[in-house]
């Protein structure tokens, strides 16, 4: 009895690790859309190669950040003295490229004449057509980056999602570009 018993323990186990098995996700070998969601990355004309960062050698046009939201659009910005410009839209993985598809809506927060270095900051939206940006997408040393003809797009792991978040509301231009979470 007591091995008819263990026999059927044996069979039970067998069967469930079978189904257990199949039932198994398949590894993931690409970034997905999804993997996006509520990161920010840092953008720049550098990569340290180390750490697969990239990084600003402290150019005045060289340094920005992207944020991903869930329902799939960005918000990124990109700080040139004296102006920092704010653009949004939407993003997806596709063909084994970042595809930003950007809106017609760019804020500016910084003088409005842009050689008026000591002028007074005012935010104000500008209308313009970026269209859509296809990014390549590499890896170093396990980690995904993006990289276009002039910058290196790398996780921001110091930046929390809702500080730059935050840092968009206080500015005004989280409003203003009329962004929805």
Same mark, same amino acid.
């Given at each position: 009895m007591q091995k /008819? #018993?263990?026999? @059927? @323990? =044996?069979l039970a186990l067998i069967s469930c690790k079978k189904i257990e098995n199949k039932a198994a996700k398949p590894e993931q070998d690409f970034i997905e859309t999804s993997d996006l969601h509520s990161k920010v990355y840092y953008i720049s004309t550098n990569l340290n190669k180390v750490d697969c960062l990239a990084y600003n050698d402290g150019c005045d046009c060289?340094?920005?950040?992207?944020?991903? @939201?869930k329902n799939g659009t960005f918000i990124s910005d990109f700080y040139c003295i004296p !102006?920092? /410009?704010?653009? !949004?839209? %939407?993003?997806? =993985?596709?063909?084994k490229k970042l595809v930003l598809k950007y809106s017609k809506?760019?804020?500016l927060l910084g003088p409005e004449d842009? /050689?008026?270095?000591?002028?007074?900051d005012t @935010?104000?939206?500008? %209308?313009?057509?970026?269209? !859509?940006e296809h990014i390549? #997408? =590499?890896k170093c040393k396990g980690k995904y980056l993006f990289k276009n003809e002039a910058d290196y797009y790398s996780e921001d792991k110091k930046?929390? =999602? !809702? #500080?730059? #978040?935050n840092q968009y509301k206080r500015k005004g231009v989280w409003k203003l570009l009329d962004i929805k979470e």
């Open positions: /008819s #018993i263990c026999l @059927l @323990l =044996i060289c340094a920005g950040k992207i944020v991903f @939201l !102006t920092e /410009s704010f653009n !949004t839209g %939407t993003y997806k =993985i596709e063909n809506k760019e804020a842009d /050689s008026d270095y000591d002028g007074k @935010l104000r939206l500008n %209308t313009i057509n970026y269209g !859509t390549e #997408i =590499i930046t929390p =999602i !809702t #500080i730059a #978040i």
